[in-house]
């Protein structure tokens, strides 16, 4: 299709840098809006505060098979939203990048209009822009983070770049694993358990067995036609997961949500809210047995 054409349908991606684009207008339009379908709950009180480890991305374009990159990082309504439950139910936040740098954002996803993800966003701001160091963690053996109850890894395409192969994202994922954690993941997210993968083929992946919900790899192909990408990933999550023994539940982009044993994931923006919904009820469920 002709560059003139796809001006015409609304589904020419968005130039964002050299040769770095955003969604076109019509994938905004049809991905995107000013406003969540987040309610406020009343979870039970927790016996005491506990913290949650977020995991984030600091990098933003993911390069696409044609030599063009798509302008990415976290989605902020997949990030805020659980963000938000998980608050109302007592839980504190530290936010970590791989090597301290900046959260990378969306910035073109977020809800402009919603008055409580944006108040999230504005109160955790200054740790979104001054992140702790998972290298300095990693260090110490995360024996500084013994009070957290749970990790949590949003998605966007942006948890594509840096997380699935980096040695200290694979270190933080079986820790958190072995001390008995909760994982909390949603989207692209789940690709950052890749980096917990064995590195002897005969070792038994960590989540082998386990279901989970998760962007499906054949929306990814699907969306480059509306424009949403500028064109293919150079590889897909989902299908890696499941080589490892990891089961994706959902085919579509929808609001499925699953909790298996301490994993529980969330399938795409749209399940950003009751994801963070069960995500904030199993946790309250477990610390007040």
């Not at 964002?16 to 995107?32: E, R």
């Not at 439950?85 to 977020?110: C, N, R, Y």
């Amino acid at each position: 299709m002709s560059n003139i054409v796809k001006n015409l349908l609304g589904t020419a991606p968005t130039p964002a840098g050299n040769n770095v684009y955003g969604p076109s207008p019509l994938a905004l339009k049809l991905a995107t809006s000013d406003v969540t379908d987040y309610k406020k709950v009343t979870y039970d009180a927790l016996p005491q505060t506990y913290k949650i480890l977020m995991l984030c991305s600091e990098q933003s374009d993911v390069p696409m098979t044609n030599g063009t990159f798509f302008f990415s990082g976290n989605h902020p309504v997949e990030t805020l939203v659980p963000m938000l439950h998980l608050q109302s139910a007592g839980f504190e936040f530290d936010i970590v990048t791989p090597h301290g740098k900046p959260v990378k954002f969306e910035m073109w996803a977020m809800p402009k209009k919603d008055k409580n993800v944006q108040a999230i966003y504005d109160e955790y701001k200054s740790q979104f822009d001054h992140p702790k160091n998972l290298a300095d963690l990693a260090k110490n053996n995360f024996a500084s983070a013994e009070e957290y109850a749970a990790i949590y890894i949003p998605g966007g395409h942006g948890a594509l770049l840096g997380l699935p192969n980096d040695e200290n994202v694979g270190a933080l994922i079986r820790w958190a694993f072995d001390k008995d954690l909760f994982h909390l993941s949603i989207c692209h997210g789940p690709a950052a358990m890749l980096a917990a993968a064995p590195k002897n083929k005969d070792e038994p992946f960590i989540y082998d067995g386990y279901e989970i919900t998760a962007f499906p790899d054949k929306v990814d192909r699907q969306t480059p036609l509306v424009g949403y990408m500028p064109g293919q990933l150079t590889w897909f999550f989902g299908e890696k997961l499941q080589e490892l023994g990891v089961t994706i539940i959902n085919t579509e982009a929808d609001k499925s949500c699953h909790a298996d044993r301490k994993l529980v994931t969330g399938a795409s923006p749209k399940a950003a809210n009751e994801f963070g919904k069960l995500a904030a009820t199993t946790l309250v469920r477990h610390f007040n047995k």
